[in-house]
């Protein structure tokens, strides 16, 4: 009797292992099969500013390491809501993603009234690149550092404006800290991306913006644009000549914005760590690492997903005290 109950035991316990290995394999298979077609990434912006340079980067990469086309398609707009409308109508399998900064979590709740909990909405899955924002002005300024132009913006209140590439944005909010911190009055002129604005700067209408660098270093270099201070906690090896805001005194100025690959929480999980498994692979290639450097920006970090999360959200309560001090109210 006893050897007959030892063989059902043996049994049961087999019978048990073999159904949680059918219970995981479904996933594990999925995982090892996707991509089986074309993947989109919707890049939240204009075509040619950031998140655009930043996603065709990623999309030559991931296309090499999926053996499927990577498609780019730039949506820009409130400042980034179009683009997470568009993720959120494309079907939860993985194949549309984005790439987009941190602000849809920290910033466009501010700005745009929404009916969802971005938060909730979207999920990171890799952090490709981080860097700051660069102050740039028009070449005609007649200041040639941060020290003049604080003295021109004081000899001209209420003259001096300042473009941003969406209002309510870190763009914005790095000017309304400015003018507090200077005591100046610059005046904002909120832009529907990087492209438009910088072109209004370059062309003299106005004078001074603050940017992300893969757009203004370009401009930068070839004397479009100058630049007199830049909002990283060090100096970027790409302007090494370019101050930072806390060096000049301006501490409260410093921020570090990071561009993620995104996508909606319930995209399977195991084609999300496919996703972030070959995405964090592709950021460890030497030429991936120097070209973000080029275009100004440092490579990403591995941080987790839930460690972005964490970050945008006290993101959200800064730039939030900011605007309300104001009384910024969303669109």
Same mark, same amino acid.
């Given at each position: 009797? /006893?050897? @007959? =109950? ?9 019978? +048990? ?8 394999? *479904? ?14 990434? #919707? ?6 500013? +950031? ?32 683009? #997470? ?17 941190? /602000? ?14 971005? @938060?909730?909405?979207? =999920? ?5 690149? =981080?860097?700051? %924002? ?7 300024? *007649? ?16 003259? #001096?404006?300042?473009?941003?590439? /969406?209002?309510?944005?870190? /763009? ?5 800290? %400015? ?18 604005? &910088? ?22 270099? @070839? ?7 830049? @909002? ?32 909606? *929480? ?16 592709? &950021? ?48």
């Amino acid at each position: 009797m /006893s050897t @007959s =109950r030892s063989i059902f035991r043996t049994a049961c316990r087999a019978l +048990t292992t073999f159904a949680c290995l059918l219970a995981l394999a *479904p996933p594990i298979a999925q995982a090892q099969a996707w991509p089986t077609k074309p993947i989109r990434i #919707v890049a939240a912006g204009t075509a040619g500013g +950031t998140a655009d340079i930043v996603a065709r980067l990623l999309a030559d990469a991931l296309s090499k390491e999926f053996g499927q086309p990577v498609i780019v398609e730039p949506k820009p707009g409130a400042a980034g809501a179009i683009a #997470v409308n568009d993720l959120m109508q494309s079907p939860r399998d993985g194949y549309t993603v984005m790439v987009a900064v941190n /602000s849809l979590v920290s910033e466009i709740p501010h700005i745009v009234k929404l009916k969802i909990d971005m @938060s909730k909405e979207i =999920r990171p899955l890799a952090e490709l690149s =981080r860097g700051g %924002l660069v102050l740039v002005g028009t070449p005609t300024l *007649p200041a040639k550092n941060f020290a003049e132009l604080l003295t021109y913006v004081k000899a001209n209140p209420g003259k #001096v404006s300042y473009a941003s590439y /969406s209002p309510g944005t870190m /763009s914005h909010v790095l000017g309304l800290q %400015l003018n507090k911190a200077a005591s100046l009055d610059m005046v904002h002129v909120g832009y529907k991306g990087s492209t438009p604005g &910088l072109a209004d700067v370059m062309g003299g209408h106005v004078p001074l913006m603050f940017d992300g660098m893969p757009t203004a270093l370009p401009m930068i270099k @070839s004397a479009k644009v100058k630049a007199f201070a830049i @909002s990283t906690p060090a100096r970027s090896p790409a302007l090494p000549d370019v101050p930072t805001f806390t060096e000049l005194g301006y501490p409260q100025l410093e921020t570090l914005a990071w561009m993620g690959l995104w996508s909606t *929480p319930d995209v399977p999980p195991a084609v999300q760590a496919r996703l972030r498994e070959a995405t964090l692979k592709v &950021l460890g290639q030497p030429q991936i690492r120097e070209r973000l450097k080029d275009i100004g920006f440092e490579p990403g970090t591995a941080r987790t997903p839930e460690e972005m999360m964490k970050a945008s959200r006290a993101d959200f309560e800064r730039v939030g005290a900011v605007l309300k001090e104001i009384g910024f109210k969303p669109e």
